[in-house]
């Protein structure tokens, strides 16, 4: 063989080892599947389930509770994808999909809540207890059985 041809053979397998590196299967499967590690280092399995997760965000003001427009939710097991994003209207609402035909859902883990991140500018989470979270990104957990409606509070900073 000429050096010419060796170097081509070479190339040629070389190329074919990469073209399948990095790839995706072009239909995931709503099977359990391994999802973020947990906090003690073990894997848990989550499965991509038809549930709708929504809500509205609001602030309390002297007349009451009054919608934010404009605050990004994100939810990082929603969607099939997941990493998704919405954005609450005029009503302060949002919502996350829950149909699996269109890539919605949300992946779920047994004994394990939903982790969404809240921020606007300008305003602050208010946790439970009474205290602001650390803006400009803050984190709610919620538990999910079913479609589920979270309602979140914001204060004015």
């Given at each position: 063989m000429t050096g010419?041809?060796?170097t081509g053979i070479v190339l040629l397998v070389l190329a074919q080892g990469v073209a399948g590196c990095g790839g995706s299967d072009p239909s995931p499967s709503p099977s359990p599947s391994p999802s973020p590690q947990s906090s003690l280092g073990a894997p848990r399995l989550?499965?991509?389930t038809g549930v709708t997760l929504y809500g509205v965000v609001f602030e309390v003001t002297p007349t009451?509770?009054?919608?934010?427009?404009?605050?990004?939710?994100?939810?990082?097991?929603c969607g099939e994808a997941t990493h998704t994003f919405a954005y609450t209207d005029a009503n302060g609402y949002y919502s996350f999909s829950g149909d699996l035909s269109s890539g919605g859902g949300v992946w779920?883990?047994?004994?394990?809540?939903?982790r969404l991140n809240v921020t606007k500018t300008g305003?602050?989470?208010m946790d439970p207890d009474g205290t602001t979270g650390n803006p400009p990104w803050t984190w709610k957990n919620v538990t999910i059985n079913g479609d589920t409606r979270f309602d979140i509070e914001l204060v004015r900073r």
């Open positions: 010419r041809t060796l989550s499965t991509l009451g509770n009054t919608p934010i427009e404009g605050v990004a939710v994100y939810c990082e097991p779920l883990s047994a004994g394990h809540p939903t305003y602050e989470l």
